[in-house]
T-cell receptor, first 114, second 114 residues
Framework: NAGVTQTPKFQVLKTGQSMTLQCAQDMNHNSMYWYRQDPGMGLRLIYYSASEGTTDKGEVPNGYNVSRLNKREFSLRLESAAPSQTSVYFC?????????????FGPGTRLTVL | AQTVTQSQPEMSVQEAETVTLSCTYDTSENNYYLFWYKQPPSRQMILVIRQEAYKQQNATENRFSVNFQKAAKSFSLKISDSQLGDTAMYFCAFMKRTNSKLTFGKGITLSVRP
């Protein structure tokens, strides 16, 4: 089992460019999450998908959109990248949405917006 | 809203000694979960230990144990017999029992000296 995979691992964008971060899990988990990690701060939730077919905003959703493509895949899109979106992005998944299950994290994507 | 505070930005410990990392949190919830995550230089987020608030007994996982003080809203992590591989950032996190949104502290950088 690969667990949670993310592509790409690194990306450099210019201000105004768009891109999609891909995330996939092979653990048959129902819930998936996108976090960002900035220096001196813990991870903050951007968007989540409690189950296939549903998505909802987290703590810092502005400037992002998400798509739960199927049960395995959950993508994060930056429509018009800004320097403030320079960060490390983590995808995670858990079996259920009830708070009783461990979240498993991907290896992260380091994004730089110039 | 919940907040998680880790007031020590950095700590250092000699190999084989014991170190305690502090965490306090604020919530009006009565049922919740608390976590310690480890993030080594590889960037991978790894669950170290988890505590269920309705359990009075402190959680233990091998060399890792917690001191959970519910009334004081304190959740510290004790690492015994520190090893070089324990060098990492450690994040304290909170989760309500009813959903899987994680709220993280800012993290503490732990260095284990040989």
């Amino acid at each position: 089992n690969a667990g949670v995979t993310q592509t790409p691992k690194f990306q450099v964008l210019k201000t105004g460019q768009s891109m999609t971060l891909q995330c996939a899990q092979d653990m048959n988990h129902n819930s998936m999450y996108w976090y960002r990690q900035d220096p001196g701060m813990g991870l903050r939730l951007i968007y989540y998908s409690a189950s296939e077919g549903t998505t909802d905003k987290g703590e810092v959703p502005n400037g992002y959109n998400v798509s739960r493509l199927n049960k395995r895949e959950f993508s994060l899109r930056l429509e018009s990248a800004a320097p403030s979106q320079t960060s490390v992005y983590f995808c995670a998944s858990s079996l259920t949405w009830t708070g009783n299950d461990e979240q498993f994290f991907g290896p992260g994507t380091r994004l730089t917006v110039l | 809203a919940q907040t998680v505070t880790q007031s020590q930005p950095e700590m250092s410990v000699q190999e084989a000694e014991t170190v305690t990392l502090s965490c306090t949190y604020d919530t009006s919830e009565n049922n919740y979960y608390l976590f310690w995550y480890k993030q080594p230089p590889s960037r991978q987020m790894i669950l170290v230990i988890r505590q269920e608030a309705y359990k009075q007994q402190n959680a233990t996982e091998n060399r890792f144990s917690v001191n959970f003080q519910k009334a004081a809203k304190s959740f510290s992590l004790k690492i015994s017999d520190s090893q070089l591989g324990d060098t990492a950032m450690y994040f304290c996190a909170f989760m309500k029992r009813t959903n899987s949104k994680l709220t993280f502290g800012k993290g503490i950088t732990l260095s284990v000296r040989p």
